[in-house]
Each structure stands twice: as C-alpha cells, then as structure tokens.
C-alpha cells in the first residue's frame, strides 16, 4: 500500500544541478517523513536529508546550502534540489517512508520502512 518512487536523475557536470522527485502512495506525506539517502561506489549508504512537516527538515552536513528538500502536497510528491554539484555527489539516490520524526543531525536507515528502487546521479566532466 505504501510506496515511494524516484526519478530524475542524471549525467550533469560539476556545478550543475539536478530536482530529484519522489512520488508517495499511501499516505500524504504531511503524515510522514521522507528520507532521501545515496549509496556510491565503494562506500556505505549515508543520509542526504529528511522532510518532516510536523518537525522540520534536515540535511547532511556536506549538502547544506547546496541541497533543497520541499513538497508538493497536490501531487503528493517530496523533491530534492541539487544545485552546485561536485562529482562526490555520484550516487544512487534513494528516498524512503518513514513513520517516526527526522533525527537532529542524524539519519538512521532503520527509521525507513518502505524505500523506492534508486535513481542515478552521475556528478562529471
């Protein structure tokens, strides 16, 4: 019943950007939190950023001022603006559903319970 679905990613070169999306079946995402997670090659999967209506939203250390996370609630959809992109941006980006709240400086994947099959973001010149 739940779902999460990404899309929007691509081959940009450094200091361009890209708007991920992350289409939510279930429940409107007011009710939720969404995470948006990356995993590249070699290294562990880590958390971009987390969008809570109730409780605010929140961003890894390396994206802030870089990254945007907002909503759309007629579409029931969570994007994640990428602007001033630099090539260890390169991942497989993932949004989750989560029920609880957005950690303060921390994103565990065990708050996620229903994650979407990743979208490509290749970061290059």
């Known amino acids: 019943q739940f779902q999460a679905v990404e899309s929007g990613g691509g081959l940009v070169q450094p200091g361009g950007s890209l708007r991920l999306s992350c289409a939510v079946s279930?429940?409107?995402?007011?009710?939720?939190?969404i995470g948006w997670f990356r995993q590249a090659p070699g290294k562990e999967r880590e958390g971009v950023s987390c969008f809570s209506r109730r409780d605010g939203n929140t961003y890894t250390e390396s994206v802030k001022g870089r990254f945007t996370i907002s909503s759309d609630s007629a579409t029931n959809t969570v994007y994640l603006q990428m602007n001033s992109l630099k090539p260890e941006d390169t991942a497989v980006y993932s949004c989750?559903?989560?029920?609880?709240?957005?950690?303060?400086?921390?994103?565990?994947?065990?708050?996620?319970?229903?994650w979407g099959r990743g979208t490509q973001v290749t970061v290059s010149s």
């Open positions: 279930g429940l409107t995402v007011d009710d939720l939190i």
């Open positions: 989750a559903i989560g029920f609880e709240e957005c950690r303060d400086g921390y994103m565990d994947k065990e708050d996620f319970d229903y």
